[in-house]
């Protein structure tokens, strides 16, 4: 009795840190971004496949993995022409989402009804999501095919438009995609697709006034998938999280990619987030001419500070790596510093093709 007692004992010593590390690693992977003033700042992933075209998995499983990924928001968009299992399933082009859809009610993941048009270029692919019924998108020309998806409410944005198999030398805007702007068909494009950034497609996207998107356009599992670094997703800052909101939130191009673990969307949506992530404490020490800084980031992206040129080098550390959900210590040397703050670069925070955001750090 007094050995079985003993390894019961023993059993809970052994289990409890096994269970300790679970949580802990389930916390470390999955992405976390602070809310801004007025908006809630939304993880979401627009473009997602399943069995029910060339995906590996069933619809369900992308809830298992947005979870994992501490995602909000997903669009299942499987292709409409393209359904290589169809002799082993009904190849229903609503199913997918009928089956997501029930998986995240139970779950609090927003699933959104979307397709891919899938066409060679021009024009290429494009998503249609927020739509009512996929199945009326399989039509022979690929601009009735959009006419329907924009008249049944949907938001459509043009796929990788880097994707080297389509364009390999070259990445063009053909006249196709004029039509469909000019139309009315187009509201936004994808600057990230799986492991690809596409500047051509963010200048586009400045041009013409459209709503960048970051998707993994996942086929395998996120496990498998060789991501750069993290899977890419579109943080969306919205009331609320409904459909409604986050559709308004597309429409108002208030969206931001993370990529890379790097930042890129409107200056005054990043700066917000960068601040929100940042919980900063100082202390003083005026004998010595020093503030101690103690930095922590919440969020899932790093912070990467670089001080402008005009601060003498002496004054802050020239590099200031802050890791994601970490801390950093550093002092500032106030000696012959006249200015209320430091103006730094943030690195990997960017507003336009080679355009980092700046950042002040109040002294
Ligand atoms: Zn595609
Ligand atoms: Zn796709």
């Known amino acids: ?49 399943t069995a029910f075209s060339d995906g590996q998995v069933w619809p369900d499983y992308r809830v298992t993995e947005a979870i994992m990924d501490g995602l909000d928001v997903i669009a299942i968009t499987d292709h409409i022409e393209y359904t ?3 002799d082993y399933l009904n190849c229903d082009h609503n199913s997918s989402f009928e089956i997501a859809k029930q998986e995240g009610e139970r779950h609090g993941v927003l699933v959104i009804k979307g397709a891919e048009i899938t066409r060679s270029m021009p024009p290429g692919h494009l998503n249609a999501i927020f739509i009512q019924d996929a199945n009326k998108l399989d039509t022979e020309d690929v601009m009735d095919a959009v006419a329907e998806a924009h008249n049944q409410g949907g938001f459509i944005f043009w796929n990788h438009p880097c994707w080297d198999a ?38 586009w996207a400045k041009e013409k006034d459209l709503t960048i998107l970051s998707n993994s356009d996942i086929h395998s599992t996120t496990q498998m998938s060789k991501f750069v670094k993290h899977r890419p997703i579109t943080l969306v800052f919205a009331k609320d999280l409904t459909e409604s909101d986050i559709r308004n939130g597309l429409e108002d191009k208030r969206t931001a990619l993370f990529y890379n673990e790097c930042i890129y969307g409107d200056e005054e949506l990043i700066s917000q987030l960068l601040i929100k992530s940042l919980l900063i404490e100082k202390r003083y020490d005026k004998e010595n001419n020093k503030i101690f800084f103690d930095i922590h980031n919440i969020s899932s ?57 700046d950042f002040n750090l109040d002294l």
């Open 1 to 49: 009795m007094k050995t079985v007692f003993k390894n019961i004992i023993l059993s809970i010593f052994l289990v409890i840190p096994l269970l300790g590390n679970a949580q802990y690693h389930r916390q470390e992977s999955t992405l976390y971004f602070p809310d801004l003033d007025e908006y809630k700042t939304y993880k979401c992933d627009f473009h997602i496949h």
């Open 301 to 357: 992206a790093p912070i990467i500070l670089i001080p402008s040129d005009n601060t003498p080098k002496y004054a802050i550390p020239k590099r200031l790596y802050i890791g994601a959900k970490s801390n950093i210590h550093f002092y500032v040397n106030t000696k012959d510093i006249d200015t209320r703050s430091i103006t730094l670069k943030v690195e990997n925070f960017f507003t336009g093709t080679d355009e980092e955001l």
């Open 166 to 203: 389509q364009q390999p030398d070259t990445v063009i805007w053909f006249d196709i995609h004029t039509e469909m702007y000019n139309n009315d068909y187009i509201d936004g494009i994808e600057v990230v697709n799986f492991s690809d950034f596409c500047p051509e497609a963010w200048a």
């Open 84 to 86: 290589p299992h169809e």
